[in-house]
């Protein structure tokens, strides 16, 4: 069985984080947010390959996957030559392939039972069987209405506020038949969930729906981004380094933290970083590689990724920081300020 992995998306909303890292790449704390999808096909030992299908920047990321060896699970990449769209995507990545396919949306972390969503595709013979997820508020997704025995009876994609009818989403998972991918017009832009899932209803078919109640989060705004990282530390998403227990500090041993730190848990401060003596690393703060943070600077609720410098009496709170980004002497970063990478916030500045 092989899983296709959409993962060409420009990652708009992550902007301008992603405008050097595409967001299957994004670290989740020190490991590309990929990973976590990969450790979860590979609960599926029937799954013997994974087909990247990328087309933003996709050399970043075979660079850092090559043919998945190191992930231990067998990686093949195909680039469209323009976007086009999901049903699309998955039109070019499926055309050779002849038995059930796990399609997963790359921006998705969920610990989902996927045996038991693929056993019951086929319990039911589906045409296509998709996991729902329920939400506060489905206006950013696919709205999904089921009946009883979890047949869908409708799919709507960003729904305005007077269409919401329930709760459940569409959280990016699928099973799907390759003998319906005819139906994707081959080459052009086509949304699987604009045109294809309808189409399955308006044509009476199979199309059920494993509604899953555990965790699961779209990675694609900054907000969701934190929210992740906080989740994992709070043990709310079970994943290493973090155990669970709660306000846990990890440092790793290739880091130094001087006499006279403080270290507020939880938080995480990945190898090489550097924490000098009077410097305050807060709850929920991420200190990425190779990271500076001088004398009685204070970070707190903050991600901040590899090789950046926090200086002397700086306050970085409730923000986002790219790499190589240099924060100045005494330069206040608060109230969810977002830096792309290699920005630079002179002495004294306030943001
Ligand atoms: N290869 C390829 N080509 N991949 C693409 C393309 C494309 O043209 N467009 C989007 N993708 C990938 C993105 O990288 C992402 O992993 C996935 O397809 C979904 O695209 P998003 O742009 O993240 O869509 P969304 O979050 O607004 O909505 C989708 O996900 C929701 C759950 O997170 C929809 O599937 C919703 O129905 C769903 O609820
Ligand atoms: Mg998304």
Not at 46 to 56: G, P, Q, R
Not at 171 to 183: M, N, S, V
Request: proline share 7%.
């Amino acid at each position: 069985m092989k899983a296709i992995m959409l993962a060409g998306g420009k990652g708009t909303r992550l902007r301008p984080l992603t405008i050097h890292t595409p967001k299957p790449i994004v670290p989740i704390f020190e490991r590309p947010f990929l990973h976590y999808q990969l450790d979860l096909l590979k609960r599926v030992p029937e799954i013997d390959e994974v087909i990247l299908s990328l087309n933003y920047q996709p050399r970043r990321i075979e660079e850092i996957f090559g043919d998945g060896s190191e992930a231990n699970i067998a990686i093949r990449y195909v680039v469209e030559p323009a976007p086009l769209g999901t049903g699309g995507a998955i039109r070019y990545a499926g055309d050779t392939l002849r038995e059930s396919v796990v399609v997963f949306n790359g921006d998705v972390m969920t610990s989902v039972d996927l045996p038991a969503v693929i056993r019951l595709h086929r319990e039911r013979k589906a045409k296509a069987t998709i996991v729902l997820t329920p939400v506060d508020n489905p206006s950013a997704y696919g709205l999904v209405e089921t009946d009883a025995n979890n047949n869908i009876l409708r799919f709507l994609e960003k729904p305005n506020p007077d269409e919401i009818t329930c709760n459940t989403i569409n959280a990016g998972i699928y099973i799907l038949e390759p003998e319906t991918f005819e139906r994707i017009p081959k080459d052009t832009p086509w949304s699987i969930e604009r045109s294809f899932f309808p189409s399955l209803i308006e044509r009476g078919e199979t199309f059920v729906a494993y509604t899953d109640p555990g965790y699961w989060i779209d990675i694609g705004t900054p907000e969701k981004y934190t929210q992740v990282h906080r989740d994992i530390m709070d043990g709310r998403f079970k994943t290493p380094p973090f155990s669970g227990a709660p306000g846990e500090v990890w440092v790793s041993p290739q880091a130094r933290v001087d006499e006279g730190a403080v270290l507020v848990g939880p938080c995480f401060i990945d190898e090489g970083a550097v924490v000098k003596q009077g410097a305050t690393i807060g709850a929920y703060s991420v200190i990425g590689r190779q990271c500076h943070v001088e004398e009685h600077a204070l970070v707190e609720r903050s991600i901040v990724w590899a090789n950046s410098r926090i200086s002397q009496d700086a306050i970085v709170r409730d923000s986002i920081l790219g790499r190589h980004t240099h924060i100045g002497r005494s330069a206040v970063v608060t109230d969810d300020a977002v830096l792309g990478d290699k920005s630079v916030v002179t002495d004294f500045s306030k943001l």
